[in-house]
């Protein structure tokens, strides 16, 4: 039990991927321009990384090590088709408004760090359990950018009108620099808050 | 789209940066932009894989892919390969990174000395495989695209420079220690962002 809560807390906080490991910024970049699409995209990680963990974990002793990223690029690839496939079928406009980053998942180097890393020398089961821990890592970021960018970018929430002002202007925020600035920031205060917590 | 291909490659350079617009190829963005080197290096790389590849996916995705070519090409109806166009892109791109590192180590030690450790790292760089995907969504032509696999090459190996260089000053003035490293980087990527919004003018592309 306590090496599940480990994995998590790992996931979530102390090895979060995009702040820790530096991976997945792309897309927590580019999809953060609104709450819904942020989730959608972050709904889709953790599905995928789940998935992929667990099938790279189920075949780890069958993979000759030699070709093991190939074969992983591949499970990646077939769930993100899978994935991309039943966004067009059930939620075109998503799919349009995410265009290629759906995707791009395939390069979302979460997925193919967290089979690396995890995966191949883990059961399945613990497995699974890390691709979520990781998958919510990854969501806590996204939904938080995504919610500070739409809140003062556009002035809604989820859609809802919050700054109803019609003289409210901040469009850098909802901009591509207003992004890069937005997570800068967002690290300044995640670092800070664990080093007040006292760790390194 | 009837864009000219020279208008498309200024855009990808300038305007519709893949860096600045569509964050792409950030992570290696971020872990190559410590030297100028060696962000030359990996810059001059991607732009040399991002042309071919974009060339090569457009032939494969027209004749072969899209919905409709597989029936021309073999005469067989209900063949459909665009539900492949993802796997076979990325297949395709790390193919083709590995068919280049073998060639350039026969041929150039050099070259291959100077390119040979970012090439690998190319594959899973988002920025390749995002330029092939937008090729497609916004229905370039041949030309238009390789216009477009240039361009943007080129525009990532200009923000590579641009990074790596103010880093190596960054180096020596006083940054707040919990902002140091990857969070200075995204402020200073933002103002640089910021800064090639002047060029929106200049041109449009959809």
Same mark, same amino acid.
């Given at each position: 039990?306590?090496?599940?809560?480990?994995?998590?807390?790992?996931?979530?906080?102390?090895?979060?991927?995009?702040?820790?490991?530096?991976?997945?910024?792309?897309?927590?970049?580019?999809?953060?321009?609104?709450?819904?699409?942020?989730?959608?995209?972050?709904?889709?990680?953790?599905?995928?990384?789940?998935?992929?963990?667990?099938?790279?974990?189920? =075949? &780890?002793?069958?993979?000759?090590? #030699? %070709?093991?990223?190939? !074969?992983?690029?591949?499970?990646?690839? $077939?769930?993100?088709? +899978?994935?991309?496939?039943?966004?067009?079928?059930?939620?075109?406009?998503?799919?349009?408004?995410?265009?290629?980053?759906?995707?791009?998942?395939?390069?979302?180097?979460?997925?193919?760090?967290?089979?690396?890393?995890?995966? =191949? &020398?883990?059961?399945?089961?613990? #497995? %699974?359990?890390?691709? !979520?821990?990781?998958?919510?890592?990854? $969501?806590?970021?996204? +939904?938080?950018?995504?919610?500070?960018?739409?809140?003062?970018?556009?002035?809604?929430?989820?859609?809802?009108?919050?700054?109803?002002?019609?003289?409210?202007?901040?469009?850098?925020?909802?901009?591509?620099?207003?992004?890069?600035?937005?997570?800068?920031?967002?690290?300044?205060?995640?670092?800070? !808050?664990?080093?007040?917590?006292?760790?390194? | 789209?009837?864009?000219?291909?020279?208008?498309?490659?200024?855009?990808?350079?300038?305007?519709?940066?893949?860096?600045?617009?569509?964050?792409?190829?950030?992570?290696?963005?971020?872990?190559?932009?410590?030297?100028?080197?060696?962000?030359?290096?990996?810059?001059?790389?991607?732009?040399?894989?991002?042309?071919?590849?974009?060339?090569?996916?457009?032939?494969?995705?027209?004749?072969?892919?899209?919905?409709?070519?597989?029936?021309?090409?073999?005469?067989?109806?209900?063949?459909?390969?665009?539900?492949?166009?993802?796997?076979?892109?990325?297949?395709?791109?790390?193919?083709?990174?590995?068919?280049?590192?073998?060639?350039?180590?026969?041929?150039?030690?050099?070259?291959?000395?100077?390119?040979?450790?970012?090439?690998?790292?190319?594959?899973?760089?988002?920025?390749?495989?995002?330029?092939?995907?937008?090729?497609?969504?916004?229905?370039?032509?041949?030309?238009?695209?390789?216009?477009?696999?240039?361009?943007?090459?080129?525009?990532?190996?200009?923000?590579?420079?641009?990074?790596?260089?103010?880093?190596?000053?960054?180096?020596?003035?006083?940054?707040?220690?919990?902002?140091?490293?990857?969070?200075?980087?995204?402020?200073?990527?933002?103002?640089?962002?910021?800064?090639?919004?002047?060029?929106?003018?200049?041109?449009?592309?959809?």
């Amino acid at each position: 039990m306590s090496r599940i809560k480990t994995i998590l807390t790992n996931g979530i906080w102390y090895e979060n991927p995009i702040f820790h490991q530096v991976l997945g910024v792309c897309s927590a970049l580019a999809v953060t321009t609104q709450v819904k699409n942020a989730i959608v995209m972050s709904i889709a990680v953790i599905c995928i990384t789940a998935l992929t963990n667990f099938t790279v974990s189920v =075949l &780890r002793k069958i993979i000759p090590f #030699s %070709v093991r990223l190939i !074969i992983e690029m591949l499970i990646i690839s $077939t769930f993100v088709i +899978v994935f991309d496939q039943l966004l067009k079928a059930y939620y075109f406009e998503m799919s349009r408004e995410l265009g290629p980053y759906v995707g791009l998942i395939i390069t979302n180097c979460i997925i193919l760090g967290r089979s690396e890393a995890f995966a =191949l &020398r883990e059961g399945p089961g613990l #497995s %699974v359990i890390d691709g !979520i821990a990781s998958g919510l890592g990854y $969501t806590l970021i996204l +939904v938080s950018i995504a919610a500070v960018r739409e809140l003062f970018g556009a002035g809604k929430l989820l859609g809802y009108s919050i700054i109803s002002n019609p003289d409210y202007h901040a469009r850098g925020l909802a901009s591509a620099g207003g992004a890069f600035i937005v997570m800068g920031i967002l690290i300044w205060i995640m670092n800070a !808050i664990r080093r007040v917590g006292g760790e390194k | 789209m009837n864009q000219s291909p020279l208008v498309i490659l200024f855009a990808a350079v300038l305007t519709n940066n893949i860096v600045f617009s569509g964050f792409l190829g950030m992570c290696s963005f971020i872990a190559l932009s410590k030297r100028i080197d060696t962000a030359i290096g990996m810059g001059l790389a991607v732009t040399f894989v991002s042309t071919f590849t974009t060339a090569l996916n457009w032939l494969i995705y027209h004749y072969i892919l899209k919905t409709g070519a597989l029936y021309k090409l073999t005469g067989i109806e209900g063949l459909d390969g665009e539900i492949f166009t993802l796997i076979v892109f990325i297949a395709v791109i790390a193919a083709f990174v590995q068919i280049v590192e073998l060639a350039i180590a026969r041929i150039s030690q050099s070259l291959y000395q100077a390119l040979g450790i970012f090439l690998p790292l190319i594959t899973v760089n988002c920025a390749i495989l995002g330029v092939s995907l937008f090729m497609v969504i916004r229905g370039y032509g041949f030309l238009a695209s390789i216009a477009f696999g240039f361009g943007s090459g080129i525009g990532w190996l200009l923000a590579i420079f641009l990074m790596a260089g103010i880093r190596q000053k960054l180096r020596f003035s006083k940054i707040s220690p919990s902002l140091e490293g990857i969070g200075i980087t995204m402020i200073t990527t933002g103002i640089l962002a910021m800064i090639f919004m002047v060029f929106n003018g200049m041109v449009r592309m959809n």
